[in-house]
């Protein structure tokens, strides 16, 4: 199993003021205590379930460039982009270059937003979540010609395309992987199937449930259902000294049974960067081999 970071939340004590400084820091310890990818979240608000809407947020492609900058190894993501908020051939565009910066470790992390308030807010056109899942899959479809050598036009419902052009191509073969976020049994599980080379699900009790469904879902459309990397969303919390890396250990252990082979999550008082460390030295290398 591996371990991957999210970054939900960007207030802390230092303020914007330091806020540049405090990420590189928990960058590089995540980096070099082998957590396997590092994340952001595709908000521009805050969102409730982490604290109000006026809480500092970055933009997350900016954010993922400077994370590139000053990290070696580990993967970067978002977790996920909503794909309403950007046009796809350029949001193919900015993964393929933030591959090619990064020495080859974009994902693509994508679902089909939600967030109302901040779409509004910022005058983002949010069509109802039909249309939603339409834009999605065509943009799944046009992120991948556009990172083969396929330069046909593409002529979609609600996109079309020219000239797909995108050079340069990423580093990553075939093409950066794709990760699509979200348990929506008829829709989102069946994009996952088609398209994905991930899925990002909530470690929740209906999570062996949502697992079943995808492997249906991967028989129906002749898809082998080991290819697709399994994730879930997990908030770690090691506690002061580490007093709760059993408990952690012991959750890791019963996903892995159900089959997640990597969590991605939270880490409670991060910018204190003591919590990354102790989950290097004390989780990632002890679940390595579940």
């Not at 970071?5 to 205590?33: C, M, S």
């Not at 604290?51 to 580990?74: K, N, Q, S």
């Not at 249309?131 to 609600?158: N, V």
């Amino acid at each position: 199993m591996r371990i991957g970071l999210q970054i939900p939340d960007f207030t802390w004590p230092g303020g914007p003021a330091r806020l540049g400084a405090d990420l590189a820091e928990i960058a590089r310890t995540a980096d070099a205590a082998g957590f396997d990818k590092l994340a952001v979240m595709d908000h521009f608000f805050q969102i409730a379930f982490v604290g109000p809407p006026e809480h500092d947020m970055l933009e997350a492609y900016t954010t993922l460039g400077y994370l590139a900058a000053i990290t070696e190894r580990v993967k970067l993501l978002t977790l996920v982009t909503g794909t309403v908020y950007r046009q796809p051939g350029v949001l193919a565009k900015t993964i393929s270059t933030l591959d090619v910066l990064s020495g080859g470790r974009a994902w693509l992390g994508i679902g089909a937003a939600w967030n109302e308030e901040e779409a509004a807010g910022l005058g983002i056109p949010f069509p109802p979540v039909a249309e939603r899942f339409e834009r999605l899959e065509e943009t799944l479809q046009i992120c991948l010609a556009m990172w083969s050598d396929d330069e046909s036009p593409y002529a979609g419902k609600h996109y079309q395309l020219a000239r797909p052009l995108d050079v340069p191509r990423s580093l990553s073969r075939p093409h950066p992987p794709i990760m699509i976020g979200g348990g929506g049994e008829k829709k989102t599980l069946r994009l996952v199937a088609r398209y994905g080379q991930a899925c990002n699900l909530f470690s929740g009790p209906d999570l062996e449930h949502k697992l079943a469904v995808l492997r249906g879902h991967c028989e129906a459309v002749g898809r082998d259902y080991d290819e697709i990397i399994k994730t879930a969303y997990y908030a770690f919390d090691p506690g002061e000294g580490g007093k709760n890396v059993g408990a952690i250990l012991a959750d890791l252990e019963r996903l892995a049974a159900l089959g997640i082979q990597e969590v991605i999550g939270g880490v409670t008082d991060v910018v204190r960067i003591r919590p990354l460390e102790i989950l290097g030295s004390e989780v990632i290398g002890q679940v390595a081999d579940l």
